[in-house]
C-alpha cells in the first residue's frame, strides 16, 4: 500500500503490474462500503497486461472515519480522484469505477476527459433525472432511503444491523447472514462512510449529462442484477455516444467478485481494441 496527497489528505492505494512499456495504467474506483480490496479478484488476469492502480477514496479503509464532517461527497470524491489523476504518469489513464465509483468516474469524464484514454463503468450507481426517466419523481428516492435507514442505525453502534439492511435491500432478504467473514470484515471496516452518503446530495443524471461524455465508454451490468442499476446503466449507455454494453450472465451487482474470468475477459478487450 502507498498513499499520495490529494487535496489535503493521504489518499491510499495500490500499484501492481507492469503493462506494456508506455501503456496507459489502469485506475479503478470502488463503490459503497468498500476500498482498493475489492478488485482483489481480478488483479491477477488484469494485471498481466496492465499496470492497475486501485484507490480507497477518502475516509475509507484504511482511514478509520468517524463518520463527522462535511468531506465525504460525490464532489469532493471527484476533486480527489482528478488530482490523484494529475499526480499519475503516463496519462491519460484508463479509467475503471464500479456502483457509487462509477458514478465518481462518470464525473471525472464528464469533467476532464483530457486526463482520460478510455472509461469502463460497472453498474454506475445515481438516479435518473426527468430527461433519461419517464417516471421521474422529485424527492427521495428508494436508494437515498434504504442508505438513511442502514446509517442511522449505524451511527447507532449497530454496525452488522445496518449492514444486513443495506446489503438485503441491494441483493435480496438474506444476503447478509450468506456472506462469507472476509468480506463482510470489509464492509465493517467501511460502515461509517454509509453516515456520510446519507448526507450526500449527489445530483442525478441527465440526458445533456451522458452526451456530454466523449471518452470512449464501456458499461458492465451483471444480468440478474436488481432494482434501479440496470436502469441507470441502460439509460446512459443509450446516450453517451459510441458506447460499448456487455451483460454478464448470472452475475448480480458485485460482478467481478462473481465472474472475475468473464468480467476480466471483457475489459481486457476493450482496452486492447
Not at 468516474?105 to 476527459?113: I, K, L, T
Not at 470484515?185 to 467501511?190: A, E
Request: aromatic share 6%; with cysteine; glycine share 10%.
Amino acid at each position: 500500500m502507498q498513499t499520495l496527497r490529494v487535496n489535503g489528505y493521504d489518499m491510499a492505494y495500490i500499484d501492481v503490474g507492469q503493462g506494456r512499456t508506455g501503456a496507459p495504467p489502469l485506475v479503478c474506483v470502488h463503490g459503497s462500503l468498500c476500498d482498493f480490496r475489492i478488485w482483489s479478484a481480478v488483479l491477477g488476469p488484469l494485471t498481466a497486461k496492465h499496470r492497475v492502480i486501485a484507490v480507497s477514496l477518502r475516509h475509507f479503509f484504511p482511514d478509520h472515519w468517524d463518520g463527522v464532517g462535511d468531506t465525504y461527497s460525490i464532489a469532493q470524491h471527484v476533486d480527489d480522484v482528478v488530482a490523484f489523476i494529475e499526480q499519475i504518469e503516463p496519462r491519460p489513464v484508463d479509467l475503471m469505477g464500479h456502483s457509487r465509483g462509477g458514478h465518481i468516474c462518470f464525473r471525472v469524464a464528464q469533467r476532464r476527459p483530457d486526463l482520460l484514454r478510455r472509461l469502463i463503468l460497472a453498474e454506475p450507481g445515481g438516479e435518473l433525472d426527468g430527461t433519461l426517466d419517464p417516471n421521474y419523481k422529485p424527492g427521495t428516492s428508494p436508494l437515498a432511503s434504504r442508505i438513511a435507514a442502514s446509517a442511522e442505525v449505524i451511527a447507532k453502534g449497530d454496525i452488522d444491523g445496518g449492514l444486513q439492511i443495506f446489503l438485503d435491500a441491494l441483493e435480496g432478504p438474506g444476503a447478509w447472514k450468506r456472506l462469507p467473514a472476509a468480506p463482510k470484515q470489509q464492509l465493517r471496516d467501511n460502515a461509517t462512510t454509509l453516515i456520510g452518503q446519507m448526507r450526500d446530495r449527489r445530483p442525478p443524471f441527465s440526458r445533456a449529462d451522458a452526451e456530454a461524455i466523449v471518452t470512449p465508454t464501456l458499461f458492465i451490468g451483471g444480468a440478474n442484477t436488481r432494482g434501479t442499476l440496470p436502469l441507470v446503466l441502460r439509460a446512459l449507455a443509450a446516450h453517451v455516444k459510441g458506447s460499448r454494453t456487455e451483460m454478464i450472465a448470472g452475475a448480480t451487482h458485485p460482478m467481478f467478485e462473481q465472474q472475475p474470468q468473464r468480467y476480466c475477459e471483457i475489459v481486457l478487450d476493450f482496452l486492447e481494441a
